[in-house]
């Protein structure tokens, strides 16, 4: 079965710095991974995803992943965070028969002034 | 021109009743799913439905029965409400399913389902 890990439910950057937000995951085949926000009260929103191509991964709004099998990692940076980027991130693993979306519990990105 | 759509967004209702959550998409796509998202954000597939058939039914209660009446469409029908349904709904759609599931997901805007 296919699972996601997604460490620290809440991360705190202020304006402009770094912001990296982790995701790992266990599947048995190469894996499908998706990024995804989701702001308040709306639905969500893919930021970027990995589908065996480039390992770097460049998604919307500045943000990137990188997709690292020996490490079964697929975490999200962006280099310079803004206000608006303050929300919910979700990983997810896509199945491969079925291409339903097994999702991590969720990062709260807070962004202070 | 909103690509998934839901109705209602919001949905507050007494336990013992049923209720219909309606998704349309018209991005051509073949497949469609529902999701439910609980109180502390966690989402999990309900049902996957590909050109109108049901793939996936993820040990979801037999009180709620997703009904396509066509591939745009993939309405969720809830029997016999209890308060545990309450929850955030998301449908989606994407392209394909299978090996194709490098295709992303495209989701709706959430209905609020409140059970008092």
């Known amino acids: 079965a296919q699972s996601v890990t997604q460490l620290g439910s809440h991360v705190s950057v202020s304006e402009g710095a770094l912001v990296l937000l982790r995701c790992n995951y266990s599947?048995?085949?190469?894996?499908?991974l998706f990024w995804y926000v989701q702001y308040p009260n709306q639905g969500l929103q893919l930021l970027l995803k990995?589908?065996?191509?480039?390992?770097l991964v460049k998604g919307i709004n500045g943000f990137e992943a990188e997709f690292k099998k020996s490490e079964t990692s697929f975490h999200l940076t962006k280099p310079s965070a803004h206000m608006s980027d303050a929300a919910e991130y979700f990983c997810?693993?896509?199945?491969?028969?079925?291409?339903?979306?097994?999702f991590g519990k969720g990062t709260m990105l807070l962004v202070s002034p | 021109d909103t690509a998934v759509s839901q109705t209602p967004k919001y949905l507050v209702t007494q336990m013992g009743n049923d209720k219909s959550i309606k998704c349309e998409q018209n991005?051509?796509?073949?497949?469609m799913y529902w999701y439910k998202q609980d109180s502390k954000k966690f989402l999990k597939i309900m049902f996957s439905?590909?050109?109108?058939?049901?793939?996936i039914n993820e040990t979801v209660p037999n009180r709620f029965s997703p009904k396509s009446p066509d591939k745009a469409h993939l309405n969720l029908h809830i029997n016999s409400l209890e308060l545990g349904d309450s929850a955030v709904y998301f449908c989606?759609?994407?392209?394909?399913?299978?090996?194709?599931?490098?295709?992303?997901?495209?989701f709706g805007p959430g209905t609020r389902l409140t059970v008092t």
């Open positions: 599947s048995s085949v190469p894996p499908y």
């Open positions: 989606a759609s994407s392209q394909g399913q299978g090996a194709i599931g490098r295709y992303e997901q495209y």
């Open positions: 439905y590909n050109n109108k058939e049901l793939i």
């Open positions: 990995y589908t065996s191509a480039a390992t």
């Open positions: 991005l051509g796509h073949d497949t």
């Open positions: 997810a693993v896509s199945d491969w028969r079925y291409s339903t979306l097994t």
